[in-house]
Structure formats: C-alpha cells, structure tokens
C-alpha cells in the first residue's frame, strides 16, 4: 500500500477506508474483515455498506483525510481496551497459578486461597486487581493438577534423558487408613551427575504387595524398608517383579531402619507395656502431667517432659525409651511421690542382653546381606586407589566382561588421575574411551539410595496435607499436593 501525498495515510485508508490490523484488511467503519487483500474486494465493501461516505466526504478532500485520521484513531483505541484486558486477564491466571503453587508447597486447603483475597483488599486499588484473579476451590484443584502435571512431564522427559536410576519404596498409610506408597528416583546423567525426585504417591486399596512397574532397562536397583509388602514371596513387590520379563536389578534393605528392625525382632513387649503405661497415666490427667513437667523444670532435668509411642512412626519406640531412661530418676521421684512404685523398674537382666543381641545380630545379616555384596564396589567407586583383590569377582554383579581387572590396574597407575582422586567429580574426569568397563559400573552405583529417609520425611509432609480437617481428598489430589510440596523442578505456568 503506497502512501498519499500528504504522507499520514496509506492508499487503503483514503480511498477504501481500510487497513492492515496483522496482516488482515479491517475496515475503518464497520471494523469488519475481508477474506481477499484486493483492490476490487476492498471497493465492493465500501460502496456496498458505505456508499454515503464517498458523497459526504469527498475524495482527496481535507475533510475526508481528518475523519479517516478520526476513525483510524478509534480503532487503535479499541484495540488498545482489548489488549490490556486480554493482558490483564493473562495476568490474573499467572496470579491465580502462582498462588495455586504456594498454597501447596505450604500444605494448606484448596479453600484457603480466598485468605489472598481477604488479605489483599485493605485498599480499593488492590482489591480491585485481586477481585479479578480467579481463587475459588474448585480453579484451585485444577490448577494444581495442572502444576502437578507440568512437573511430572519434567521427571519424565529427565528419566528419559538419565543413563540410569533407581526407586526406593516406602509405605504408610494415611489419616484414612488407606495403604500408601511412596516411590522416588534417584537419576544419573551423561556427565555423572545426580538428581532426586519425588515419582509419585501409589494409592493401594487392597492388598498391598499385588502392585507392578511397568518395565525399564534404565532401572539399577530398589531400595525398600523391608516390609512383608515390599521383600515376601511370592506376593511381595519385589518377587513380583523378578520374572525373564523385567530387566535385572539389585534390592537391598534401607539402611536407616536398623533401630526399627532390632525393636522388632527383640521381643520388647513387656518394656514397651510398662512404660507406655506409666507415660499415659501420667499424661492423661492435666494436673499430674502439669506437677511432671514443673518438676523436671525445677530439678533442671535434660529434658522437660517424657514422649508418646505411635506405632506408625518408624523411631518412636526407640526415641520413647531413651527419653523415658533418661528421665528415669526423675520419673520414679515422682511416681513415689504419688505412692505408685514400679517394681518392674528396679529389675535388670544383663544375661538376657546376649541372646537379643544375637537375635538382632543374624536378621541384620539376612536383611543386608545384599548391602554386605556392594560394599567393596561402593567402596572402590568412592576411592579408586584403594587395594582391589576380591574386586574383580564382585564387580560381575553388572555382568561386565572380560578386562576389568585390566582396567582397574591401568586406572591405579595413572598419576594424573591420582592426584585428582579427591575431586568430587571424579568419574566425571575419567576418560570413558580408555576406561569403558569402570565407567559403566560407576554410572550404575552412582544412582544408588543408601535409605529411605526422603519418603520418611514425605509421609510427615503427607499427613499434614491429609489430616483429620481434609479426610476427603482425594487421592489423586493427594499425590498432586505432596508432588508440588516436594519436589524440586519448578513448574512453568507462564502463558
């Protein structure tokens, strides 16, 4: 379109009272659009719905070239309203996503984002912007689903990417006694590198062992707690999936359960009776649980009041016994002084030490025995200069070929790796061309857990999402929650 003589308007403009709005002729008047960019098309229109135009303002007049300029400047006006509005509604979606997210990071209801309204609206300016930004429950939900699903196509697309991960399980059940289980990942990447992820929140609503994985020869090894759920055969998880069809993969129990695993098999039934007891009978009563604690402030004891056992958490008995001994002294001053003396308390079998300690001493041996197998290769990828003589035969767990021992001896005797043998990324230095073997069975300890003490932390996180005030959440929102809650990729949400 050439411009006129007067150098403010474009052919289209003056003659046929249209222009370009992206590339699309728009009428100046009606605002309407042309399917055909063509002289004749644009002509048709005018003289077919503005045939009075032409007559009133006439052609290359000065009239005709101020009211064009007038329409011209109307339509970028109205363009303009529906830009900010378009803008501003794009901003309130970001707002209302972001405030999604936050709300779950912090575990809070779905119900609480209309607090952001409450709080934002001490002045009109600001409660006119927050009124705009949709906060109902219902938004809410999905946008956190649709948060939730952003970060999970993030762990996919990396677990794709990894040269090799591993799963540890865990399983708690929730403040519906519903069965839950938690799995992370644990990736390692081409450069050696290393990332932990939150995979997902497993619902089991009948029996607990009958659930499956799909397959992946990416997978290294899983780490359980070594529950009947997790270990037993042939309903448990792991039998489960050692068939010719799923790849091979090393199991071992979590590490982080020994206290929890001796509790168990030592039969403490009649401590845990008695001291349960005299911690209930103390605390069930205000006034008693009240003179308790003024007495252990007044005699400036280590701790200021004694702890409840729950089944449920994994290092209650324990905590609850040492808290309970350590108050010992204090505890029975007060038990004489409300006239209850514990016989029980005064009574000690030291030969019976012996026997539990071997009980506990031969299911450790049965639960590690597969950590007892790795030791040495863990060791040897931590430091790779120390002495190798039985290496050569473990390493096979990876069914690596002939010439390892070679590449062991090599590796030892270069100096140059010698001196960076402290370096955190050590691996990362080694040549994989001159040492393939090595480098293969580094990738493969490296995404190794040693524990489960990440889904210990998450199933705390978890009950605090779902507690007695939110029993009807669903799992799939609970899984979405804890997911946000937890896990460290940040999800785009930006239109």
């Not at 009428?27 to 077919?48: V, Y």
């Not at 865990?170 to 990942?185: E, H, N």
Request: contains cysteine.
């Amino acid at each position: 379109m050439s411009r006129s003589r007067n150098g403010t308007l474009t052919k289209w403009e003056h003659d046929f009272l249209f222009t370009l709005v992206k590339d699309k002729p728009v009428c100046l008047i009606c605002h309407q659009s042309t399917a055909l960019s063509k002289n004749g098309n644009l002509e048709r229109h005018r003289a077919t719905n503005h045939g009075k135009f032409k007559q009133e303002y006439l052609p290359k007049s000065a009239l005709r070239t101020s009211k064009v300029m007038e329409l011209k400047t109307a339509l970028k006006a109205q363009q303009q309203v529906l830009t900010k509005q378009v803008e501003k509604n794009k901003a309130a979606t970001e707002a209302s996503f972001h405030a999604s997210q936050v709300l779950a990071k912090h575990k809070k209801p779905f119900t609480d984002e209309e607090l952001f309204k409450e709080a934002m609206s001490a002045t009109d300016v600001i409660k006119d912007g927050i009124d705009s930004v949709p906060l109902g429950p219902t938004t809410v939900a999905r946008r956190i689903e649709s948060l939730s699903e952003d970060v999970s196509q993030q762990l996919i697309s990396d677990l794709s990417l990894c040269e090799c991960f591993s799963l540890k399980f865990d399983k708690s059940v929730d403040m519906t006694d519903t069965a839950q289980l938690m799995v992370f990942a644990r990736m390692t990447f081409e450069d050696l590198t290393s990332k932990e992820a939150f995979l997902t929140l497993l619902p089991l609503k009948e029996r607990t062992g009958a659930r499956t994985f799909s397959p992946s020869s990416n997978s290294m090894c899983a780490t359980t707690d070594g529950a009947p759920a997790m270990i037993d055969t042939p309903a448990g998880f792991i039998a489960l999936h050692k068939d010719p069809d799923f790849p091979v993969f090393v199991n071992y129990h979590c590490v982080i359960h020994h206290q929890a695993l001796a509790s168990k098999v030592v039969n403490f039934s009649h401590l845990m009776t008695l001291v349960t007891r005299i911690v209930n009978s103390i605390q069930a009563k205000g006034l008693q649980h009240r003179l308790l604690k003024s007495l252990l402030d007044e005699v400036d004891a280590v701790y200021g009041d004694l702890l409840l056992h729950a089944e449920v958490r994994w290092l209650s008995r324990g905590k609850v016994l040492q808290r309970f001994i350590d108050l010992l002294p204090e505890s029975r001053s007060f038990l004489e002084s409300r006239k209850e003396h514990q016989k029980e308390l005064d009574r000690t079998h030291p030969e019976h030490f012996c026997v539990h300690l071997d009980k506990v001493r031969a299911e450790s041996d049965r639960r590690f025995q597969e950590i007892d197998k790795m030791e040495d290769i863990v060791r040897f990828i931590s430091n790779p200069f120390i002495p190798t003589d039985t290496l050569t035969a473990e390493l096979q767990v990876f069914s690596l070929p002939n010439g390892v021992d070679m590449e062991i001896t090599e590796l030892q005797n270069d100096t140059e790796l010698q001196e960076r043998a402290k370096d955190r990324h050590f691996w990362g230095l080694v040549n994989r061309e001159k040492f393939p073997l090595l480098s293969f069975c580094a990738v493969k300890v490296k995404p190794y857990f040693g524990s489960t003490y990440l889904c210990e932390g998450v199933f705390s996180r978890m009950k605090i999402i779902k507690s007695k005030h939110r029993t009807r959440l669903t799992d799939r929102h609970l899984a979405d929650c804890v997911r946000l809650g937890v896990s460290s990729y940040e999800p785009n949400y930006r239109l």
